[in-house]
């Protein structure tokens, strides 16, 4: 069965403590692994897309790197404005539906 | 502006009094989707749509109904609710399929009481 797990489920991080979530995958045939950021009360919002293991995208603070099992999304120097639930989701085989994970919820203390 | 215009935001409503909650984009996106998002277990897909008048179950769509008219539109439709569909709602869109990037909803937080 098609599963995607994230690790851990909450993180505290002091600022300018740099850190890594996890976003593990087990599927048959990954079209696309994506990850979204969350505020609270609000709908997600597109991060970054990864295609094929070796692959890493950067934005601001955040990098996002891809292997045939997992993913991380890797926070540099964080700041008290990326506070929020990061989730990970997985587009896979002829699915017309991404199957996501619970999400890790990450505060950042000034 | 790019956007997915969820309405209402917060309803309140009682056991078995028929709801709409609609749901529209501007994006001329072929994919279309419900979800809804409780503590615990994460987002769960309620139906998709890949395009006007096509539409199929997702996760959890006992309780549900949808309908896509016009690309644009994509209503949620709980012919009687429970106290067990209280969630919080997001629609979402994207381009012909799920592996393009989805454009999510602010959300509609429903309570049945």
């Known amino acids: 069965e098609d599963q995607v797990t994230q690790s851990p489920e909450a993180l505290r991080l002091q600022e300018g403590e740099s850190s890594s979530l996890n976003c593990s995958y087990t599927v048959s045939g990954l079209r696309g692994l994506f990850w979204y950021r969350q505020d609270p009360g609000k709908g997600p919002e597109f991060l970054f897309t990864?295609?094929?293991?070796?692959e890493e995208k950067e934005k601001e603070r955040l990098k996002a790197t891809l292997t045939k099992k997992e993913s991380f999304l890797h926070i540099t120097a964080p700041k008290p404005e990326d506070s929020a639930t990061y989730l990970c989701a997985v587009h896979a085989g002829n699915n017309r539906k991404l199957i996501w994970g619970l999400g890790t919820s990450l505060a950042v203390n000034p | 502006e790019a956007q997915v215009t969820q309405n209402p935001r917060y309803l309140i409503t009682v056991t078995g009094k028929k709801l709409t909650v609609t749901c529209s984009q501007n994006?001329?996106?072929?994919?279309m989707s419900w979800y809804r998002q409780d503590p615990g277990l994460g987002l769960r897909q309620i139906y998709y749509s890949m395009n006007v008048e096509v539409t199929d179950k997702g996760d959890v769509p006992e309780g549900y109904k949808v309908s896509r008219k016009e690309k644009r539109n994509f209503p949620l439709i709980l012919e009687s609710p429970s106290p067990n569909q209280t969630s919080l709602y997001f629609c979402?869109?994207?381009?012909?399929?799920?592996?393009?990037?989805?454009?999510f909803g602010a959300g509609t937080r429903l309570s049945v009481l």
């Open positions: 979402a869109s994207s381009w012909r399929d799920p592996k393009n990037i989805q454009y």
């Open positions: 990864l295609y094929s293991a070796g």
């Open positions: 994006m001329n996106h072929e994919y």
